[in-house]
């Protein structure tokens, strides 16, 4: 009697079909709740860290600092990464949304604890020591890279390995910044690029989950204490339309700055461009201390005031070139935070020039604030939705959908077609070596598992049998023959080939049957075939036979240590005729 499946195995056997909803989202349930905590660890070390750097004052109080130490604060963050980056090996560096993006592309989301604790510790120490960057790209890599690494240690199948990616990014998002609808938006229009309901489910529980246990932790107040605004939307649409000009402009210098200080330093050494990045944010924060951390301190003081013209530029023009040289040479933080600092001093600069004109008259400096800050965002992460949602979930202002939408639109028209620029995560993947390009037919294989298009009708022989032997085995009813020789498949033969040896009522008459049968060697047609993971994926599948150039695979799963078995096999006809590719 057969042995029955492990209940374990059968589940990770469901994972690999495309219909796995239900166990799809317990698993993002998961998610959400680990991600959750480990952002909320990731917020207390740079609590911690910010106390030790700021000398006790509150986070974020950069601009309390004497000039002298808000030089030297940038390039003592700078020693640190430097030692850790120095310690670690080479592959473990590349951490963010981008080294993100990478690994779900071209390595079915499986990312490495070795990364994941730098951008853990590294993340922490740049942004408490006044680097020029946000901490959701931090938040990001580490609630993807949690969820991969559970799904990895859980032995999942690749196709499930991207949904948990997904469910950890949105989770990241929404426990970082207390927007669950935002981090799905953001971690299937950026991440994934697709929306399917067996993508969107697990990813929303996870956020929801994610939120809810932040909001246990650190309360419901949004990131933002924004004013009471009242505004004729009808009078605010040349300003709004204004702003989604200047902001499209503002965007696509920001990301060509951030594509120079990148390709100018590629060859440099790691010690020469993190000292090169924190001597530029420190020379800059002595006129714009404003400009270090994070800077959502700024915004809240933009959203509730007026302010100084010149003071506006100062700050545009330090943010711009400290977060660009920050993020071009690889200070292991985010982009979002300071895109929409940039964005809130542009609304803001814009709005009170303006104003200046004579006969020209405006509304509150605020709503211009908010106006400007989904602009850049939609426009520099070529994200619309993920823009819109971000800073209406980010102020608790619902009133900003229509204006945020057109600002969007123009802004997004404005870089694009007007100065022909891409998302900043494109770009940078660009300089890189990676083109993001993807086919969906390889979207749609990756959501499959191999195993769950695995054929089972298959015996296995050593390459030299009996006639006897082989008799008894075909009693099976086997389609399929898998040829070993030396311990290892070396061919695959359907049964039928044997041709004229095949007998439907007499068996087979190779021979005597103590004489020893060569089954490479009898007429027949065969496939050469190599092996493939369990956990991989129908595009994994597709892609190996095509480098290759072979037409069958032979299925194997990892047992215990050093144990391995063969499942099933699979053929390049099965593949095509399945998806018709």
Same mark, same amino acid.
């Given at each position: ?85 120095? %310690? ?83 989770? @990241? ?44 932790? &650190? ?58 990045? @924190? ?54 933080? *985010? ?16 709005? %009170? ?24 965002? *939609?426009?520099?992460?070529? @994200? ?49 070596? &990676? ?118 695979? &032979?299925? %194997? ?25």
């Amino acid at each position: 009697m057969k042995p029955t499946r492990p209940n374990f195995d059968r589940f990770r056997h469901k994972l690999a079909s495309i219909d796995a909803l239900p166990q799809l989202t317990l698993l993002g349930l998961v998610c959400g709740i680990v991600t959750a905590v480990i952002i909320a660890l990731f917020r207390e070390l740079i609590t911690i860290l910010s106390s030790l750097f700021l000398h006790g004052l509150p986070e974020g109080a950069y601009q309390q600092l004497t000039w002298a130490h808000r030089i030297i604060l940038p390039f003592i963050g700078s020693i640190l990464l430097i030692g850790i980056a120095l %310690t670690i090996r080479s592959k473990f560096r590349p951490v963010g949304v981008v080294h993100l993006i990478e690994r779900l592309d071209w390595h079915q989301g499986r990312l490495k604890t070795g990364n994941f604790l730098h951008q853990f510790f590294a993340g922490a120490i740049a942004i408490a020591s006044g680097h020029s960057i946000g901490r959701e790209g931090p938040a990001v890599h580490l609630g993807a890279a949690a969820s991969s690494l559970l799904g990895q240690c859980m032995r999942l199948p690749n196709n499930s390995l991207r949904i948990l990616v997904a469910c950890g990014t949105a989770s @990241a998002i929404s426990a970082a910044f207390n927007t669950p609808v935002a981090g799905v938006i953001f971690a299937l229009e950026v991440l994934m690029v697709e929306y399917s309901v067996a993508g969107f489910l697990p990813v929303m529980l996870a956020s929801v989950s994610a939120a809810a246990l932040t909001q246990l932790m &650190y309360g419901t107040e949004p990131a933002f204490a924004v004013p009471s605004i009242a505004v004729s939307l009808l009078d605010e649409l040349p300003m709004v339309i204004l702003i989604g000009f200047v902001m499209g402009i503002i965007s696509t210098v920001y990301c060509r700055l951030i594509i120079f200080f990148n390709k100018r330093t590629k060859t440099f050494t790691v010690t020469t461009r993190l000292m090169l990045a @924190a001597g530029i944010t420190s020379l800059l924060a002595i006129p714009a201390p404003e400009i270090m951390g994070v800077g959502y301190g700024t915004i809240t003081e933009l959203l509730n005031g007026s302010h100084i013209p010149v003071l506006l530029i100062t700050l545009l023009a330090c943010k711009l070139l400290a977060t660009s040289a920050s993020v071009g040479m690889g200070v292991p933080g *985010g982009l979002i935070g300071p895109t929409l600092f940039l964005g809130a001093v542009g609304g803001a600069l814009t709005a %009170t020039l303006v104003s200046a004109i004579p006969g020209f008259t405006t509304g509150s400096t605020g709503f211009h604030v908010m106006v400007g800050m989904s602009a850049m965002l *939609g426009a520099v992460l070529q @994200a619309p939705l993920t823009a819109l949602v971000t800073v209406v979930e980010l102020t608790k202002n619902p009133s900003l959908l229509f204006p945020a939408l057109l600002a969007i639109v123009v802004a997004a028209l404005t870089s694009t077609l007007l100065l022909r620029q891409h998302s900043i995560f494109e770009l940078i993947l660009d300089c890189w070596g &990676y083109d993001r390009a993807s086919n969906p037919v390889h979207r749609a294989l990756n959501r499959m598992g191999i195993s769950s298009l695995v054929n089972k009708s298959y015996v296995e022989l050593d390459r030299w049998q009996s006639a006897q032997d082989i008799q008894d085995k075909l009693r099976e009813q086997p389609e399929w023959l898998l040829v070993s020789d030396e311990g290892r498949p070396k061919a695959l033969m359907p049964v039928m080939a044997l041709g004229p040896f095949f007998e439907q009522e007499k068996g087979l008459s190779l021979g005597e049957d103590d004489e020893l049968i060569d089954l490479l060697g009898v007429p027949a047609v065969r496939y050469d075939v190599c092996s493939l993971n369990n956990r991989a994926s129908v595009y994994e599948a597709w892609e190996l036979m095509k480098g290759k150039q072979i037409d069958a695979l &032979y299925v %194997t799963d990892l047992i215990r240590r050093q144990e391995i078995r063969t499942v099933g096999i699979v053929t390049r006809e099965s593949l095509q005729r399945y998806y018709r590719v």
